[in-house]
């Protein structure tokens, strides 16, 4: 059980999304933070939130990251970092995931918006430098939470993720079509941070195996809407949105859970 714990999202966005920031978040549990997900534009992103922010957070908070996929708008600052040696006290941050996750990252394999070692400046090399991956078993103990996760409709290798601090549970559902099965899981939560899309990728059937189209979602029961903050939207639509009793994720603004 922990004693204090807290949400603060620094970015709330989609891939597309130039105005808001992709998403990312931090979790701070007794003192500990956590960082999950690491996107593109990161300078850029804790140089805004210095601007604007409720909390001051820089490249010093970056000593444990947890990443859910390897696509660029969750997992580009990991490059940022490698390529400019970017970390302040010299240390290797530790980068947390799934086996196959790591393994694809450190490896040469050349895929359009997917993060790995043949894109970045220095390779292996750079990423050894300045990352030190932990493989993730199944469960994960974090000492503060015991961390799950299970594979989303998404490209291959996403992960969700579920914490649970003892006195309460968070879920993060990552990139995920919408899956009856992911959600029923999360469902034990007590808040849950879920993806979402909406018009006018509704009519793209390859982009509905990728991400829930709101329609559905909507479709759920109050229960879960009301414990559920809608992330991973884009810059301008989702203000016209109706959006039931669910809330969006806020860049910025911090949520305290416990304590």
């Known amino acids: 059980m922990v004693k204090s714990l807290s949400l603060y999202p620094l970015g709330v966005g989609d891939f ?3 105005t808001l920031f992709h998403i990312s978040f931090l979790i701070r549990a007794d003192g500990r933070t956590i960082v999950i997900d690491c996107p593109r534009r990161l300078s850029e992103m804790l ?4 601007e604007r922010g409720e909390c001051a957070v820089s490249l010093e ?10 696509h660029i708008d969750h997992a580009g600052g990991i490059a940022e970092i490698a390529e400019a040696d970017l970390r302040l006290d010299r240390q ?7 086996k ?13 918006g997917v993060v790995s070692a043949a894109q970045i400046s220095g390779g292996r090399a750079a990423l050894d430098r300045n990352f030190r991956p932990v493989a993730l078993s199944k469960p994960y103990d974090f000492d503060q939470f015991r961390l799950y996760y299970r594979a989303t409709h998404h490209f291959p290798n996403t992960f ?11 879920g993060y559902s990552a990139d995920t079509a919408f899956d009856p099965e992911l959600i029923e899981w999360l469902y034990q939560c007590d808040l849950v941070l879920h993806d979402v899309t909406w018009p006018p990728w509704w009519d793209d059937e390859e982009m509905l195996k990728l991400h829930p189209p709101l ?4 479709e759920l029961p109050e229960s879960f809407q009301h414990k ?9 639509n989702y203000l016209e949105q109706d959006i039931g009793q669910y809330r969006f994720l806020e860049q910025n603004r911090l949520y305290p859970l416990v304590g």
Do not use: M
């Not at 140089?47 to 210095?50: E, G, L, Q, V």
């Not at 290797?92 to 799934?98: L, M, Q």
């Not at 790591?102 to 490896?107: C, N």
């Open 16 to 18: 597309g999304a130039t």
């Open 215 to 218: 329609a559905r979602l909507l």
């Open 228 to 236: 559920t903050l809608l992330c991973h939207y884009d810059d301008t």
């Open 61 to 70: 908070d970056y000593h444990e990251i947890l990443l859910t996929h390897l």
């Open 47 to 50: 140089a805004y939130n210095r």
């Open 92 to 98: 290797k941050i530790t980068v947390y995931a799934p």
């Open 160 to 170: 969700a993720y579920l914490l649970d601090f003892g006195n309460y549970k968070l």
């Open 100 to 112: 196959q996750t790591l393994e694809y990252l450190w490896s040469d394999q050349q895929e359009r």
